[in-house]
């Protein structure tokens, strides 16, 4: 399959909304970020192995969450489980040069992979990534508060780090189980909470 097929396929579905999302999967080729031999297979509505046992997310999911997301020009957001650094490299595009990406990798070899995959990109030296080798179940408290937080990975319930670090008005988009949950943070104890049901994720590690 084609990009543009994919990314049609993805609008005509209800997946993909808005011009600057639409326009990120335009920019961000998804073929950089798979493995060689998997590059054929780039633009197929799947998710792929990246090896460790983990896998580059569904494009379907990842347009899903992203536009639940609503990520803005100039925004601060926290990315848990880097991966490939596809996402990562979606949302530099869609918050641009005064925006920031924190995202966070647990396996060592996946965080080197994502710096490299987002090298032909810039995003890196522009200082509109960082990658952290760490436990994102954590969150990441040094850069917080955040006006958004996405994971990759599927929790058992959502990491009460991870509330704490959003801003008042911010929203976390996060895979719980089987489902995508968006949490709105309406003040410093609430939260309006949203449940999307009939995803399927790699387990968020908490050790
Ligand atoms: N957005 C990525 C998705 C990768 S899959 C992409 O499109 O490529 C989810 C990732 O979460 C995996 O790489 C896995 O290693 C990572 N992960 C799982 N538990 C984690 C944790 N506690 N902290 C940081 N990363 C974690």
Same mark, same amino acid.
């Given at each position: 399959?084609?990009k543009?097929k994919l990314i049609r396929d993805l609008i005509s579905g209800g997946y993909l909304k808005t011009p600057a999302i639409i326009e990120a999967f335009q920019?961000i080729?998804r073929?950089?970020?798979?493995?060689?031999?998997?590059?054929?297979?780039?633009y197929s509505n799947e998710p792929?192995?990246?090896?460790?046992?983990? *896998?580059i997310s569904q494009p379907l999911t990842v347009a899903f969450m992203l536009e639940l997301l609503e990520p803005?020009?100039?925004?601060?957001?926290?990315?848990?489980?880097?991966?490939?650094?596809w996402q990562?490299a979606l949302l530099?595009e869609i918050?641009?040069? *005064?925006?920031?990406?924190?995202?966070?990798?647990?396996?060592?070899?996946?965080?080197?992979?994502? %710096?490299?995959?987002?090298?032909?990109?810039?995003?890196?030296?522009?200082?509109?990534?960082?990658?952290?080798?760490?436990?994102?179940?954590?969150?990441?408290?040094?850069?917080?508060?955040?006006?958004?937080?996405i +994971?990759a +990975?599927? +929790? %058992? *319930?959502?990491? %009460?780090?991870?509330?704490?670090?959003?801003?008042?008005?911010?929203?976390?988009v +996060?895979?719980?189980?089987?489902?995508i949950?968006?949490?709105?943070?309406?003040?410093?104890?609430?939260? %309006?909470?949203?449940?999307y049901?009939?995803f399927?994720?790699?387990?968020?590690?908490?050790?």
């Amino acid at each position: 399959m084609e990009k543009e097929k994919l990314i049609r396929d993805l609008i005509s579905g209800g997946y993909l909304k808005t011009p600057a999302i639409i326009e990120a999967f335009q920019k961000i080729d998804r073929q950089d970020f798979v493995p060689p031999e998997l590059k054929l297979q780039a633009y197929s509505n799947e998710p792929l192995p990246i090896g460790h046992l983990q *896998t580059i997310s569904q494009p379907l999911t990842v347009a899903f969450m992203l536009e639940l997301l609503e990520p803005k020009s100039g925004e601060k957001i926290l990315d848990i489980g880097a991966g490939s650094g596809w996402q990562s490299a979606l949302l530099a595009e869609i918050v641009g040069e *005064t925006g920031k990406i924190f995202a966070i990798e647990r396996i060592l070899k996946l965080k080197s992979m994502a %710096e490299n995959n987002l090298k032909r990109y810039g995003f890196i030296e522009k200082g509109i990534v960082k990658i952290l080798w760490d436990d994102g179940s954590k969150g990441y408290a040094k850069e917080a508060p955040y006006d958004k937080i996405i +994971a990759a +990975a599927s +929790a %058992e *319930t959502i990491p %009460e780090s991870w509330k704490n670090q959003l801003k008042v008005g911010g929203r976390l988009v +996060a895979p719980v189980k089987n489902s995508i949950v968006v949490l709105d943070k309406i003040s410093e104890t609430q939260f %309006e909470e949203k449940e999307y049901f009939g995803f399927s994720f790699v387990p968020l590690v908490v050790d």
